[in-house]
């Protein structure tokens, strides 16, 4: 049985969540948002109420294509996580889905892809950095930084510079994550962005991207630590991800403060893609 949470049920998931960071984190920061922000609607399953073992966030894909609207779940029990993704009707293994999971759960949706006979290749392997003390934060100097922050008329810049940005889902996406949550940039003499950071609709922080002839300023730097400290003002969890592969962008926010658990990993998976 499972049971999809609406109204005071979903401040009390996320209430609950908390006792399971920072493997919940990202799941946490999904719900974080969906109590406080409005924006794209998302269903929230639960294999049991009020107690629980797995927690799906699934966004509504309005249109064909809302292919970055991964679902995001949370998991401390890999019996019922399988019981829960062979039995609920949310996973429509006929449509594409992006999945956001610990590494560990991955090899069960893999699984049960290859058994119902689905496509599936992994996106994304990463880091899960989060900053748990505002006070590890250097201090730096943005003085001689124009900062601001972007809006939707933007989404175009974002999506070019972008990798994954390969389709019309993921112009859909980025102008909700700019219509809806904050973000900053620098700003060049001709006041046109160069360099910018996002959050997602799971609190993380993300897309941080400086164009190529502006690096090496000390951008990057300034828009985490901006960033950084208002989302914590703002009662915001501070994390992000951040793919093995990155070396450089690991580097950067190790120097901020930011610490992982080594022994964890999140993993995006596509399935069915056609």
Known sequence: MTVELTGDQLKMAEMQLKRYLPRSQQVYGYLVHINRVSSDPV???????PEFSVVVCKPQCEQRGDIFKDILIFANDEAILEE???????????????????????????????????SYHRLAVCHKMILEDISNLPSIDSSGFSLSSLDESHTG???????FAKNDGAVRMIRNMLANFPSYCVLDTEGKPVS?????ASCSMGMLYTLPEHRGKGYAKVLVSTMAKKRHADGYPVFC??????????????SLGFTEDPSYREAWCGFNDF
Request: hydrophobic share 45%; net charge positive.
């Open 157 to 163: 810049l974002v999506c070019q510079m972008w990798k």
């Open 84 to 118: 829960t993704i062979r039995k609920s009707p949310f996973f429509d293994w006929t449509q594409y889905m992006c999945v956001g999971i610990n590494s560990r759960h991955m090899e069960i949706f893999t699984a049960l892809a290859s058994e119902k006979h689905v």
């Open 43 to 49: 269903r929230v399953l639960v294999d049991r109420w």
């Open 196 to 200: 910018w950071i996002l959050i997602y």
């Open 241 to 254: 991800f951040i793919e093995e592969e990155n070396k450089v962008s690991y580097r950067l926010f190790k």
